[in-house]
């Protein structure tokens, strides 16, 4: 079996409104296995995001090579999923049929579509809120839209860039853990950009350090913490601790090399 | 939501029904506040209605009293006015009876306005979505905008002739600008984010543009449906100028020619009328397509 996620030599670059080259990721490698749960933790602006697009083939990668489920990438593959950072469920669309969108757009019948919907919704714990629009949601149940909207295709590598940092910490512990229930029963693979260590390891299986920009990975943690898990309750384990203080030793050196180079640049 | 338990993760979340309404002093409070709102609404309808006292009755009297400062003969009278109408309505007009004025207005603003924000809409929305294309023609767009559009009625009534295609014409061009600029904008300012979470899910380019791109155009567009429905008004009146036989228009100029100060006022009314009653069917239109935006800020009652 090939692996889920392989990026191999991978370096993006972009050019910015002033005609300068900015370089996001330079030459990043990274394996993710089928089924597998991969966290990404890296300072701000170190091409975390950028990662998730080349993956999901919604912008090409200048150098290198980014194969999903042994195909290199050449656009948009029906077996991906993506859950954006901030609200992208559709606000002219109500509960019901943001989540039929997948289904219709693969060429299913609206019935068909809502029918699929329906159940997708009552699994994410909406059931009732069909007709809503997304304004009358609360953030965190916008999220739930996103992830059945997203869910519902049955995706078989699931991207999401920090996904649960608008909420708040009690709403986030239970997104978090409905979100393991979800994956458990999908067994996706997972990557999940997060700038939170912490839930970065209760999350995954694996976490990959990316280095201050232009973006490379650093180390890569296995995240040996045995499953089913309550991300609550993982975090005073004695385990957690340790792992978390290995990782931070590593992540730390970048967070300081990217917050000088802003203060640097914020004086120049 | 964030009240949950972790353990009732997957529980069905009911619908807030609000906590009950247990006391009295609630229901009180509400009570007065529902009162104290009526009570806002009828001071506005009555300051309105005296707002229009006032500017008529200063109007009429001044004309009556003090005709050597504001001769009625130049400046119209209240009262003239609604002799006028009354006349109109209950007789006819110079034109023939007045509904059949305010029919061909109508017609000629209607049908201006549909064809004028079907075009806009339609190559707001390419070029919105089209780089080449805009870039090309930006720029005649933009000279085209600039200037005064209503002289092409001239051109129409040559070139269309004295019936209703001219009319149509000139009204439709002044509403094409506005409600292409609001398309092509409204395509421009569309997320980003929502584009991509779309093509993620799987839609072509067609239904990026049905489901996505229009939609979030569609608040842009109806925004400038408000204007360009007075401006349709504008090119109908206008068109009617040029040369026509029936029409408000033709009649406020026949008024015109007669040195009936009452009758312009008089034809004034009617386009007003005529105006006001458009804003009310765009209104509900407007809130039956954009019903999934959250209300205005400050509509919500506070007790």
Redesign the interface.
């Known amino acids: 079996m090939p692996p889920a996620i392989e990026l191999h030599g991978v370096t993006k670059r972009f050019l910015t409104p002033s005609g300068a080259v900015f370089t996001a990721l330079r030459d990043l490698d990274m394996v993710v296995q089928p089924g597998e749960f991969c966290a990404v933790v890296g300072p701000t602006g170190c091409g975390k995001s950028t990662t998730l697009a080349l993956i999901?083939g919604?912008e090409p990668a200048s150098e290198g090579q980014v194969t999903v489920l042994g195909e290199p990438v050449t656009g948009?593959a029906?077996e991906?999923?993506?859950v954006?950072q901030?609200?992208?469920?559709?606000?002219?669309?109500?509960v019901l049929d943001n989540v039929a969108?997948?289904p219709r757009?693969?060429g299913e019948t609206s019935r068909q579509a809502r029918e699929k919907a329906r159940e997708w919704i009552?699994?994410v714990?909406?059931?009732?809120?069909e007709d809503r629009?997304?304004?009358?949601l609360?953030g965190?149940?916008r999220k739930r839209v996103a992830l059945a909207?997203?869910l519902i295709?049955e995706p078989k590598i699931l991207l999401m860039d920090e996904p649960f940092s608008a909420l708040?910490v009690?709403?986030r512990?239970?997104m978090e853990?409905?979100l393991l229930?979800l994956w458990a029963a999908s067994r996706a693979s997972v990557v999940f950009v997060t700038h939170d260590l912490e839930e970065a390891i209760a999350l995954a299986d694996r976490v990959f350090v990316i280095s201050a920009g232009p973006g490379t990975v650093k180390a890569n943690y296995p995240v040996p913490l045995p499953r089913p898990r309550?991300v609550?309750e993982i975090r005073m384990q004695p385990q957690f601790t340790q792992i978390y203080s290995e990782i931070w030793n590593d992540l730390k050196d970048e967070v300081l090399v990217s917050y000088e180079r802003q203060k640097r640049s914020g004086a120049a | 939501?964030?009240?949950?338990s972790?353990a009732a993760?997957?529980?069905?979340?009911?619908?807030e029904t609000g906590a009950p309404q247990a006391a009295a002093p609630i229901t009180d409070l509400s009570a007065r506040r529902i009162r104290a709102r009526r009570r806002y609404q009828f001071n506005v309808y009555a300051l309105r209605l005296l707002t229009a006292a006032i500017v008529l009755g200063a109007w009429e009297l001044s004309t009556r009293y003090a005709p050597t400062v504001i001769d009625p003969f130049f400046w119209g009278q209240p009262s003239g006015i609604w002799h006028q109408l009354v006349v109109w309505v209950t007789d006819e007009t110079a034109l023939g009876p007045l509904w059949r004025q305010v029919l061909v207005t109508m017609e000629e603003t209607v049908g201006g306005f549909i064809v004028g924000t079907i075009s806009g809409v339609v190559i707001g929305v390419l070029m919105g979505r089209n780089r080449l294309l805009s870039d090309v023609f930006s720029i005649y767009i933009k000279a085209a905008n600039a200037i005064p559009r209503v002289v092409l009625g001239a051109l129409f009534a040559i070139s269309l002739g004295l019936d209703i295609r001219s009319k149509i014409a000139t009204a439709a061009v002044l509403v094409f600008f506005v409600v292409f600029f609001n398309a092509f904008q409204g395509v421009r300012e569309v997320?980003r984010?929502?584009i991509?979470?779309?093509?993620?899910?799987?839609?072509?380019n067609r239904?990026l543009t049905t489901?996505?791109i229009i939609?979030?155009a569609?608040s842009w567009i109806i925004a400038s449906l408000h204007i360009s429905f007075g401006l349709a008004l504008v090119g109908a009146v206008v068109g009617e100028l040029f040369g026509a036989t029936e029409g408000v228009g033709e009649l406020i100029y026949s008024a015109e020619h007669n040195f009936n100060a009452n009758g312009v006022f008089a034809g004034m009314l009617l386009l007003a009328a005529m105006a006001l009653i458009a804003e009310a069917i765009i209104t509900a239109l407007e809130n039956r397509l954009?019903?999934?935006?959250?209300p205005a800020v400050g509509s919500e009652v506070q007790i």
């Open positions: 999901s919604l948009i029906k991906i999923g993506y954006f901030s609200d992208a469920v559709f606000p002219w669309k109500t969108a997948g757009y693969h009552a699994r714990g909406l059931a009732g809120f629009y997304p304004y009358q609360s965190g149940m909207q997203s295709n708040d009690q709403t512990a239970l853990n409905e229930a309550n609550t | 939501m964030s009240g949950r972790a993760r997957l529980d069905v979340v009911t619908p997320e984010n929502l991509a979470n779309a093509r993620i899910l799987g839609a072509d239904k489901e996505v939609p979030s569609l954009i019903k999934w935006r959250p």
